[in-house]
């Protein structure tokens, strides 16, 4: 995994607005598709966590379904616990990055989780740097597309855009895929119901 040393972290300057635009609430279908996944495949198990877990979406349904789940969030919530700052070692990290942060938290994840699974707008892929540096390693397990279509802003104005088509992105540092990785299909429909 190439280290993107030109980038810095910086909270300086952040207002509660640029918080507001980074903040997107994972759908309830959307981790459950992904459940359904892990229960297929057995491939992500043991202690998880979601280091940006901002309302409890993600976390929420995975302790419902019966997996061990720490979850935080900088932002919101009383927590105030800053993942940059994690040292403890996790099994895996399943996460809703902000997105204006997303190359550093998957670097810090990719050194305190073995395994590392984030949801993301599939149009990240046409970004040569994610493709070159996340997807494009032995370590990429592959990626889940969700359909159809979603909405995950809170925003007004950002649904004006339309909804979006969002994948989870998997990887695995005990993993190599020779150069090849896999793409399953999840419809959202399935996963509506409580």
């Known amino acids: 995994m190439a280290e ?8 300086e300057g952040r207002t509660s607005e640029d918080i507001k635009k980074d903040f997107f609430q994972t759908p309830k279908e959307c ?5 359904d996944w892990i229960k297929e495949y057995e491939m992500f198990t043991g202690e998880i966590l979601d280091p940006c877990c901002g309302k409890g979406a993600i976390s929420n349904e995975l302790i419902k379904a019966g997996y061990d789940v720490t979850a ?8 105030g616990i800053d993942f940059y700052d994690e040292d403890k070692h996790y099994d895996t990290i399943i996460m809703n990055v902000p997105y204006s942060h997303k190359y550093l938290f998957l670097q810090k994840a ?6 590392v699974i984030t949801i993301l707008p599939n149009q990240i ?11 494009n390693t032995p ?3 592959g990626k889940i597309l969700l359909t159809p279509k979603i909405f995950m802003s809170e925003n007004p104005e ?21 150069g090849v ?3 399953w299909y999840r419809n959202l429909l399935d996963f509506t119901k409580e």
Do not use: C, P
């Open 31 to 35: 981790t459950r598709a992904l459940i």
């Open 181 to 183: 990785s896999k793409e």
């Open 4 to 11: 993107m040393g030109a980038q810095i972290r910086t909270d």
């Open 139 to 141: 370590t990429f397990v």
């Open 158 to 178: 950002l649904k004006k855009g339309g909804a979006s088509s969002y994948s989870w992105f998997m990887w695995d540092s005990k993993h190599n895929n020779e």
């Open 125 to 135: 892929i046409n970004y040569n740097m994610f493709f070159r540096d996340y997807m």
């Open 72 to 79: 935080y969030d900088k932002y919101l919530g009383a927590s």
């Open 110 to 115: 990719f050194k305190v989780a073995d395994k």
